[in-house]
């Protein structure tokens, strides 16, 4: 039957989905984790200059801190597009995976609904061959 092999397929999309949702998850909980470290390693450089530079700071040492803050600062810009891109596409993901699911529940409910109606038609069936029996038995 045509309407199962399709309600097969499109449960095993949804678990393929679910899979990769599962999967940019992970990732996107890995690129948070490193925004975090990142963050608060930027967050310590950006302490420990401003502790220095109360006592006073040559040029090339507040040249030499000044790169090192900058460069943190463009690692954790970068992280955080990661985490950007990571998260847009979980979303993204997270709505296919609620369309296959409604879709799956669409079938799911035609397939019912097709059953239910098979199982009418038999009943309407047997019943005409019941009341047929029982006519040509009254009339013996």
């Known amino acids: 039957m045509k309407l199962d092999v399709l309600r097969r397929y499109r449960a095993q999309l949804e678990e393929v ?3 990769d949702l599962f999967i940019l ?28 530079a109360g006592e006073g700071v040559a040029l090339d040492e507040f040249l030499v801190w000044q790169s ?40 799911d409910r035609l397939a019912e609904r097709m059953r239910q109606q098979r199982h009418l038609v038999q009943h309407r069936v047997d019943q005409i061959e019941m009341d047929e029996a ?4 009254s009339m013996m």
């Open 17 to 19: 989905l679910r899979m």
């Open 25 to 52: 998850r992970q990732d996107l909980q890995d690129a948070e984790a490193i925004s975090r470290q990142l963050d608060a390693h930027l967050r310590l450089t950006t302490d420990a200059y401003l502790a220095k």
């Open 68 to 107: 090192m803050v900058a460069a943190e600062t463009s690692k954790l810009a970068a992280a955080r597009q990661v985490e950007g891109r990571l998260r847009k596409a979980w979303n993204q993901k997270q709505d296919e995976l609620r369309e296959a699911m409604q879709d799956r529940r669409k079938l």
């Open 134 to 137: 029982a006519r040509r038995a």
